[in-house]
């Protein structure tokens, strides 16, 4: 089963990763989640990649842990562990990872998103973390979640374990882009293009100091900064985007 877990297609710098369990809307077993790290492991080594999107097969995005294994005492302690090692390589691969969320985003399906650079929902999509319900915490998600909502709303949103919508995910800094889901395909190609086409050295380097700001005090940050920018401006994309000013036409980034 682990082996039809996900897919991974290729086209040029922008990869797809899709998840397909859609028998079980997109649940994740320990299998799965071993085959997700093992996955994301393997993308961080491509240096063509620049866009990762992850989407999910079928009728949902991803409803998180297999409750099935779950509720039969099947599922591994070292199944946390797996889990969010696999959501910390999205956080630091070296490319825009876009999470298109659609049906249902729940539970680790959301976290899954929260570890993304780029939210898309659809306006129908119900996103929760239900983990409450099984009596176990929501992965990382008290980590990552305030960050875009706040605390307090944060609490309410782990603590009841209740559902919102796309819509309303987005009013609360959830969501970075909703869509009708009857259009979801056509804003996906469209929003890849639009982030391609600005995922540059220092665009990139801009999203890994991004998530180092949230654990670090501002002397060490600002020494990372430094390094980071200098890699910048090392980069043959500093010197396209010189060119281009100069000669008053888009970059084309390397």
Request: glycine residues 8%.
């Amino acid at each position: 089963m682990a082996a039809e877990a996900m897919t991974v297609e290729t086209d040029g710098p922008v990869t797809t990763l899709t998840l397909r369990r859609p028998h079980l809307l997109n649940a994740m077993d320990y299998a799965a989640a071993c085959q997700l790290e093992t996955t994301l492991a393997e993308l961080r080594t491509d240096g063509r990649l620049r866009i990762l999107i992850i989407r999910g097969e079928g009728r949902a995005f991803c409803t998180g842990i297999d409750l099935k294994e779950l509720s039969a005492g099947e599922t591994p302690h070292d199944y946390y562990s797996v889990w969010d090692r696999s959501l910390r390589l999205l956080e630091e691969l070296d490319a825009f990872v876009l999470c298109v969320m659609h049906g249902y985003a729940i539970g680790g399906g959301l976290q899954i998103g929260l570890a993304s650079d780029i939210r898309i929902v659809t306006d129908d999509c119900v996103l929760g973390l239900p983990a409450i319900q099984e009596s176990i915490i929501p992965g990382l998600a008290p980590l990552r979640l305030p960050r875009y909502v706040g605390l307090g709303r944060a609490k309410w949103l782990i603590l009841s374990g209740e559902s919102i919508d796309g819509r309303r995910a987005y009013d609360l800094g959830l969501a970075d882009h909703v869509v009708p889901a009857a259009e979801l395909d056509e804003h996906v190609a469209d929003l890849a293009a639009a982030y391609l086409k600005a995922c540059s050295v220092g665009a990139r380097q801009s999203k890994l100091l991004l998530g180092l700001g949230q654990h670090l005090d501002w002397q060490p940050f600002y020494q990372e900064y430094l390094r980071r920018q200098a890699i910048a401006l090392d980069s043959a994309d500093h010197e396209e985007a010189r060119s281009a000013y100069r000669e008053g036409r888009e970059p084309r980034w390397s």
